[in-house]
Each structure stands twice: as C-alpha cells, then as structure tokens.
Nanobody, 123 residues
C-alpha cells in the first residue's frame, strides 16, 4: 500500500498560481504511474493530469492543458502539479494517486489515494 501526502493547496485569486506537492511512502516509487485528480462540491472526481514511470508520458485534461504542468522527482518520491492562470472553475479538492502499472488517466485504475488538498480560486 502506498501512502500519499499532498500539500500546497490554498486560496488564490483568479490568474494566480499554486504548486501542489505529493510525497509517497513506498519502495520503488519510480515504477509507479502518478496522477492528480480533483473533485468539486457536488461533482464526480475527475482526471487532471498523470505522469508515467520514468516521466516518459504525461497527459492533461483539456480544461487544464497549457496551464498546468506535472512533474516528478523519483529521488524524493515526489510528484508535483504546477498550476498557473488559475480560474474559479479550478476550485476543488485535489487528490494525488498512485498506480502500479502502465500509464492511465482513469480513476478506477489508481489504487492508492491521498487525503486531498483544497484549492479555492476567487474571482
């Protein structure tokens, strides 16, 4: 079981930036596909971004493409989400997730989840 701890959420004005971090307590972190998902009040959890083991593949939801950047540092067992040009519709709880396997963007494919970090973007 992978333990994941997110940080970096907060309140920011529209147009601002935040950087989310997620640290994993697991051996062989480098072989995990890592993802970021979000869930707004009253909505289902949705894919935001993912990065494969080795960082060779990355993907983004259309709604964040060009504004968000995912990266990983396997030496620190960490994955990051740099969020720029934030919009009020980005307001949600952001979750880090881990998958022992090939690259995926589907919620059911990720077996380990963090507790989430809230992001609020004011207009």
């Amino acid at each position: 079981q992978v333990q994941l701890v997110e940080s970096g959420g907060g309140v920011v004005q529209a147009g601002g930036s935040l950087r989310l971090s997620c640290v994993a307590s697991v051996r062989m972190f480098s072989v995990y596909t890592m993802g970021w998902f979000r869930q707004a009040p009253g909505k289902e959890r949705e894919f935001v971004s993912a990065i494969s083991w080795g960082g060779t593949s990355t993907g983004y939801a259309d709604s964040v493409k060009g504004r968000f950047t995912i990266s990983r540092d396997d030496a620190k067992n960490a994955v990051y989400l740099q969020m720029n040009s934030l919009k009020p519709e980005d307001t949600a709880v952001y979750y880090c997730a881990a998958r022992s396997g090939t690259y995926s963007t589907r919620v059911p494919d990720f077996g380990s989840w963090g507790q989430g970090t809230p992001v609020t973007v004011s207009s």
